[in-house]
C-alpha cells in the first residue's frame, strides 16, 4: 500500500468543537501548532519558510457562546475566572504531504495530543473532508449497498436481519439450530453477536462449518442466500484464516469488531476479502457519547468507509441506548452521502438499524431517513414475536410495506394479522 506525498495543495480539513476559557483565535493556534510544527516554545529550525510549508491552518473560527462551568477536568483557567468558558466551531486544515496518503497517520494528525491540551475544556471532531488522493491506497467498500444486495438477492425494501442469541453459551450444534430456525422464518441476514468469535465453548471453525451446512440446505431447497456475517474478529493471520475459511464453506460475509482490530487489520483484511465486510461498531460510546469530547460519527464512518467496510450499525429509532433519533438518523445519511465526486463504485455503505427494533419504529425510520437501502436488525423484535420468528419476518416486512406506500401501520395491521399482532405486543 502506498503512502507516498500527495500533492502539494491537496489538504485534510477538520471541524471541531472547543469549549475553552483562552481567547478563541490563541486556542485555534494552539491547536493548529499543537499538530503541526509548533510546540509549547518556538524551536531552532522553525522557521518562517517551514511554517509556511507545513503549519496547520486556521481556516474558520465561529463563536458560539460561554458557558458557566467547564465540561472537563484538568483545563487551565485564569484565577477568578467566574464564567467565561467560551465556545467555538473551529476549522484546521493541514497539506496532505505532511503525513502522506495514510489512515492512522492522517488520525494522528486530526486528533494526536488535542484531547490532551489543557487548553481546552472541551473537545470533539465534528467532522471532516478528505482528498479523493486516499483513494490510490484505500479502494473502501468492496460491495457497499449494490453489491450487498445482488449477493442476498434482496431488491427495493430493507434486508430484514438478526443477531444470533443468546449472544455466549450455545455450541456450534446449537448455534447452527438457531440458525436452521431463523432462515426458515425467512430472514435476510444473520450475524453472530460481537462476543461469540472463537471462544472455546464455540470454536469459530466448527461453527462456522456447521451453520454453513444449514445455510447451503436452505439455499438448495428455496434458491435463498441468506448473508450471514460470521466474526472473525481476531490478530491479522487470525482473521485472514478465517476468512479463507468462510470463503471456501461458501460463506457470504464476514464481521469484525473496529475498535478491536484497527485500520490496520481492516486494511489487511480489506486488501484480500472476497465478501463484503459487516462492520461492528462496539466500543462506540467511549468515543461518541459525550458531547465535550470525542468523535461524532459523521468523521468515525469516513475513515472506516475508506478502510473497506460494507456495513455498519447506526444503533436504531427509540433504541435501547443512549443515542437520540435524531443521531441515528444523520449517521445513516452519513453511510448513503458520497465521499468524494464524482461517487467511487460501492461508496454507499448499508446503515445497520439495531437495538431494540420492531416493526413499531418502521414508519418513524422510513419517513426521517426516505431510503430502503439499510439492514434493519431485530433480536426480540423477530424471535419475540407472539406469533414466532416467522410471523416477526413477516410483520417487519408488513410494516415496511405499509411505510413505503404512505399508509398507517394501523391501517394496513386490520388485513395483517402478523403486524397487528406486533403492534399490539411492541406498543406497550
Request: proline share 7%; net charge negative.
Amino acid at each position: 500500500m502506498s503512502t507516498s506525498n500527495g500533492p502539494e495543495d491537496a489538504r485534510v480539513s477538520a471541524r471541531y468543537w472547543i469549549e475553552t476559557a483562552r481567547p478563541l483565535e490563541a486556542a485555534a493556534a494552539t491547536m493548529a501548532g499543537e499538530q503541526s510544527t509548533g510546540t509549547f516554545v518556538r524551536v531552532a529550525g522553525e522557521t518562517d519558510a517551514l511554517r509556511e510549508r507545513f503549519a496547520a491552518r486556521v481556516d474558520s473560527l465561529i463563536p458560539l457562546g460561554e458557558t458557566s462551568v467547564p465540561s472537563l477536568p484538568g483545563a487551565w483557567h485564569p484565577r477568578g475566572n467566574n464564567g467565561s468558558w467560551r465556545t467555538a466551531e473551529v476549522t484546521l486544515s493541514w497539506p496532505l504531504h505532511n503525513f502522506g496518503v495514510s489512515l492512522p497517520n492522517l488520525l494522528a494528525t486530526v486528533a494526536g495530543n488535542l484531547w490532551e491540551l489543557n487548553a481546552f475544556s472541551g473537545m470533539r471532531l465534528l467532522d471532516l473532508t478528505i482528498p479523493a488522493d486516499f483513494l490510490r491506497a484505500y479502494p473502501g467498500p468492496q460491495f457497499g449497498v449494490p453489491g450487498t444486495r445482488e449477493l442476498s438477492g434482496v431488491h427495493g425494501r430493507p434486508l430484514i436481519g438478526t443477531i444470533i442469541k443468546p449472544s455466549v453459551g450455545l455450541s456450534p450444534a446449537e448455534t447452527a439450530a438457531r440458525v436452521a430456525d431463523l432462515v426458515a422464518a425467512g430472514v435476510d441476514f444473520i450475524k453472530d453477536d460481537e462476543l461469540q468469535a472463537d471462544g472455546p465453548h464455540c470454536p469459530f471453525e466448527a461453527r462456522l462449518g456447521a451453520v454453513m451446512q444449514v445455510l447451503r440446505t436452505h439455499a438448495e431447497r428455496t434458491g435463498q442466500r441468506v448473508l450471514y456475517a460470521v466474526n472473525i474478529t481476531g490478530e491479522i493471520d487470525q482473521m485472514l484464516r478465517r476468512h479463507e475459511r468462510v470463503v471456501a464453506e461458501g460463506g457470504n460475509c464476514v464481521m469484525v469488531s473496529l475498535h478491536s482490530v484497527g485500520f490496520a487489520g481492516l486494511t489487511a483484511l480489506r486488501a484480500q476479502c472476497q465478501v463484503p465486510i459487516h462492520g461492528h461498531r462496539n466500543g462506540w460510546g467511549l468515543l461518541g457519547r459525550s458531547p465535550a469530547i470525542g468523535v461524532s460519527f459523521p468523521a468515525w464512518q469516513k475513515l472506516w468507509r475508506l478502510a473497506g467496510i460494507d456495513h455498519v450499525h447506526v444503533n436504531g429509532l427509540d433504541n435501547k441506548f443512549c443515542e437520540s433519533n435524531d443521531s441515528v438518523i444523520a449517521s445513516a445519511r452519513e453511510c448513503l452521502t458520497p465521499m468524494f465526486s464524482p461517487p467511487s463504485p460501492g461508496c454507499q455503505i448499508m446503515p445497520v438499524f439495531s437495538s431494540g427494533q420492531t416493526a413499531c419504529q418502521v414508519p418513524g425510520t422510513w419517513h426521517a431517513l426516505g431510503s430502503v437501502d439499510l439492514i434493519h436488525a431485530c433480536g426480540g423484535g423477530i424471535i419475540g414475536h407472539p406469533g414466532g420468528a416467522p410471523a416477526g419476518v413477516r410483520s417487519l416486512r408488513q410494516a415496511w410495506e405499509a411505510a413505503v406506500a404512505g399508509l398507517s401501520l394501523s391501517d394496513y395491521a386490520r388485513e395483517h394479522r402478523e403486524l397487528a399482532e406486533a403492534l399490539e405486543h411492541f406498543g406497550r
